[in-house]
Nanobody, 118 residues
Framework: QVQLVESGGGLVQAGGSLRLSCVVS????????VGWYRQAPGMERELVAV???????DYKDSVKGRFTISRDNANNTVYLQMNSLRPEDTAVYYC????????????WGQGTLVTVSS
């Protein structure tokens, strides 16, 4: 069974850093585009960062220069390094991965909570 699990969330003061991890496990042949999304209370889910299989990345404007998405293909893992965190970054962060298994799959994780205190 193919699974996706996020980890790394927590409580941090403004200006601090966290690194989120997204691990895909199971019988897969490849991981294509992976995105990190977030959803704050009362808000719609939004795309924060995305990375292609070739390693090309793009970011939401408000996190450019502060967040970095990267991937470790050997370990089926995608990271989101978050620096200079702000209270407005507080949200549940979700990983979304497009995966080739016996069929094409789109996976979502259960989310990891990031809370930034002022």
């Amino acid at each position: 069974q193919v699974q996706l699990v996020e980890s790394g969330g927590g409580l941090v003061q403004a200006g601090g850093s966290l690194r989120l991890s997204c691990v895909v496990s199971g019988s897969i042949f490849g991981i294509y585009v992976v995105g990190w999304y977030r959803q704050a209370p009362g808000m719609e889910r939004e795309l924060v960062a995305v990375i292609t299989s070739a390693g090309s990345a793009d970011y939401k404007d408000s996190v450019k220069g502060r967040f970095t998405i990267s991937r470790d293909n050997a370990n089926n893992t995608v990271y989101l390094q978050m620096n200079s965190l702000r209270p407005e970054d507080t949200a549940v962060y979700y990983c979304n991965a497009h995966v080739k298994s016996d069929s094409y799959l789109e996976l979502w994780g259960q989310g990891t909570l990031v809370t930034v205190s002022s």
